[in-house]
Every structure is written in C-alpha cells, then in structure tokens.
C-alpha cells in the first residue's frame, strides 16, 4: 500500500498479495494534490444509486495491509457525517483471492458480514487460523454462528457470481490495482498516500468537498 496507498506496502505482495498485476478553506489552500495524494477519474462511476456521497474501500481478506487497515476504517466509517454511505467491494485479483471474494458476499447476504469483518482479519492475521479455501472460511463462519451449509450455498450462488464479475468490472473501470484502495463518489481514487492516518484524513477531505459541491 502506500504508493497508491498499497504500493510500497504491497509491492512484494503484486504477484499474489495486496496487488493486481482541514477543514479549512480547500479552494484556497487544498491540502491534496489531484495526480499525487489522490486521482480523479476521467470518467466517474458510482457503486450505487443512492444520492448519498459514496465510500468504497476496495479489499481482500487475504491482504494483510487491509487488515492493518480495518480498525482506522472503523472510525472513519463511524465519523462520517450524515449524507455519506460506506461500501465494501472485495477485490478478486487472482484465484487465491477468489474464496475471499465469495465469503465477502455471502456473509453480506446472510447478514452477518458487519458482526464478522474485523474477526475474520483477527483469526487470519493474529490468531493465524488456516483460511484460505472457502471450506474454511465455512468453518470460520460456522464459528460465529452462521449455518455452514447456508453459507457454502450463498458463496457458490449465481447471485454471488454475478455480483462479483459486476464488481470487479467497476474495480477495473476505476483502475484499482492494490488493496486498500478508497473510491470517493465514483470519481476520486487514493493514491499516493503514506499512511493509514493520511487515507483516513484523505477521505475525510474528499468527502468535505463532495458534501460541499466544491470542484477542482
């Protein structure tokens, strides 16, 4: 992460890991830089259609700078003033990533994906549970009390399958090629950012102008 957020964390993860291949005046001293700290894209394309100001933090379970990540994620999420939505899309950057992709949208659809996001990051990455196939990541959510049969079923589902290739389609349309990544509103995309703090205070300020109509 951290060139692009992920780069300089994630470079040697590129082949396998995290990677694809104030509130002061900002008219008058912005505090980012378009084409350094963040990239607006030539052509917006929201998650959704729900006239709030979007974020979207790009992710895998299998990233562990996304991991690294989730708690300062958790208090922007909960500081984000009203008039803002938070997504997560998983990120299915290879067939590794894959499982992870699918348990992402399976827990979503069953309801469980808030109570079990930050625990799944937990067993992976501190507790070193083996989960990497999606037979144990059943076995993580069995844990937690979800039906494992009822997952499996969600996770394999066309809907599941559908929505990931919808998904990953946006991913590429925006140019994500790292995790974390945090999309603001379609059209602003993280970039050089040095470190979870300044991703956190990028969003914030991205968001301000967003809320505020304010354009480059």
């Known amino acids: 992460m951290f060139k692009r957020l992920s780069i300089l964390l994630c470079s040697v993860f590129r082949a396998s890991a995290c990677s694809a291949g104030d509130a002061g005046d900002t008219a008058k001293a912005p505090r980012y830089t378009d084409g350094d700290a963040y ?70 659809e069953l309801g469980v994906a808030k109570a079990t996001h930050d625990a799944l990051f937990k067993d992976k990455f501190i507790n070193n549970f083996p989960l990497n196939s999606l037979s144990d990541l059943a076995d993580f959510y069995a844990r937690h009390g979800v039906d494992r049969a009822a997952f499996l079923k969600a996770a394999k589902s066309d809907k599941t399958t559908r929505q990931m290739a919808t998904d990953t389609r946006l991913i590429r349309q925006w140019h994500v090629d790292a995790t974390p990544t945090i999309v603001v509103d379609g059209k602003y995309l993280s970039h050089h950012v040095k470190s979870y703090d300044e991703l956190v205070d990028l969003t914030r300020w991205l968001v301000e102008r967003e809320l505020k109509g304010k354009v480059d």
């Open 39 to 108: 990239v607006t894209l030539s052509t917006p394309h929201r998650y959704s259609d729900q006239g709030k100001v979007e974020v979207v933090e790009v992710f895998s379970y299998a990233c562990v700078h996304c991991a690294h990540f989730a708690p300062y994620m958790d208090k922007l999420e909960a500081s984000l003033p009203e008039g803002v939505v938070v997504h997560y899309i998983p990120a299915n950057f290879s067939r590794a990533w894959e499982p992870f992709a699918r348990a992402y949208y399976a827990a979503r």
